[in-house]
Nanobody
Framework: QVQLVESGGGSVQAEGSLRLSCAASGYTGSSRYMAWFRQAPGKEREGVAVIWAGGANTVYANSVKGRFTISQDNAKNTLYLQMDSLKPEDTAMYYC??????????????????WGQGTQVTVSS
């Protein structure tokens, strides 16, 4: 059974940094896809970053490109999201997702099979 557990969220002032972690159990494989999504109140869930092929490939949403970095530690089976230069508009619940199951867009949440419970990130101006 796959289990994803996020941690590392919190409150920070604008231009600050946070590092999110997602501990994955029961999900292995060199070609696996993992991703970070976020959802702000009243808005749809949106993709933030995707990683696959053991970390060889990464893609970022335009809104976070150059500020966020997705990475993974295969030995620890843990996914990370380093978030720098945070903005108030980054405020959202952040979710870890795994196992892309369809050929839709990389940031299509319907294409990911497993989800964590989320961790809240709040950025104040």
């Amino acid at each position: 059974q796959v289990q994803l557990v996020e941690s590392g969220g919190g409150s920070v002032q604008a231009e600050g940094s946070l590092r999110l972690s997602c501990a994955a159990s029961g999900y292995t494989g060199s070609s696996r896809y993992m991703a970070w999504f976020r959802q702000a109140p009243g808005k749809e869930r949106e993709g933030v970053a995707v990683i696959w092929a053991g970390g060889a490939n990464t893609v970022y949403a335009n809104s976070v490109k150059g500020r966020f970095t997705i990475s993974q530690d295969n030995a620890k089976n843990t996914l990370y999201l380093q978030m720098d230069s945070l903005k108030p508009e980054d405020t959202a619940m952040y979710y870890c997702a795994a196992d892309r199951k369809c050929g839709g867009g990389l940031f299509d949440p319907l294409c990911f099979r497993y989800w964590g419970q989320g961790t809240q990130v709040t950025v104040s101006s």
